[in-house]
Structures are given as C-alpha cells and as structure tokens.
C-alpha cells in the first residue's frame, strides 16, 4: 500500500477539486484482508491530514469467524481499528456474517456472490447518504 499511496491520494485530490462544496469522503473498506485493512487505513489517514477540517465516514465489513478463511483477520481488524478510532468521524458496522445471513434468510440465496453483497451494502450507503444527496425539509448536509 506505501508504494502507490502517492498515486491513490492523487487521483483523490483531482477529484476532491472538482467538487464545488467538498463536505467530506466516504471510504469503503474490508477490515479482514490485508488492501482493505492495510491500505484503506493508511489512506483514511493521510486524507485526515490533507483534509482536517472535512467529514470522513466508513462503511467497513468487520470479518466473521463463520465465513471466514483467514486466521489473521482478527489480527487486521484490531490493527484497523485504532487507525478508525483516530481517523473517522463516522463508522459504519457492516458485519460480514450478518450480510451473509440476509442473502440466506431474506433473500433466499444459497450461495450469495460479491456482486449480491455489495448491491446489499450499496443500499445500505445509499440510505444513509440521501439526506445529504437530495434537498428537502428533513435533509441537511454536512
């Protein structure tokens, strides 16, 4: 992760430009694996210090012994954690055993895909982000 880190945050900052009222960022991370623990923590962080004064909200996928493969993911996710603590003002618990089990009860699913899983999170962004997405009475921003 500390070797395209550079890359990363600049394609971030082309973005963050063209926004006419930047009011923060939305990352999306696994916290098991070592992309989604290693480098998406590192990249929360080095956003908190090119931005201070802007939002910064996680959706991050806490693994599951029960559907999990890894024995370090754990070990990842506690590392994870600390740099949340610090970094985010805002995380959202997605467990990953309890995605699975949606798919399983709700949906009827026997074997979900990534694809089902993210459309399930994408929802789940998608209603936490419509107040500050859509004008309204009930709706504000940042």
Known sequence: GAELIDSVLDHGRREAEKADTLQGFQITQSLGGGTGSGMGT?????IREEYPDRMML???VYP????S???VEPYNTLLSIHQLIENADEVVVLDNEALYDLCFRLLKLSQPTFAELNNIVGNTMSAITSC???SGQLNSDL
Do not use: A, E, M, N
Not at 42 to 46: V, W
Not at 64 to 67: C, G
């Open 42 to 46: 590192l990249l929360i962080s080095k």
């Open 58 to 60: 996680t959706y991050s």
């Open 64 to 67: 599951s012994p029960k559907v």
């Open 69 to 71: 493969d890894t024995v």
């Open 132 to 134: 500050i997405r859509f």
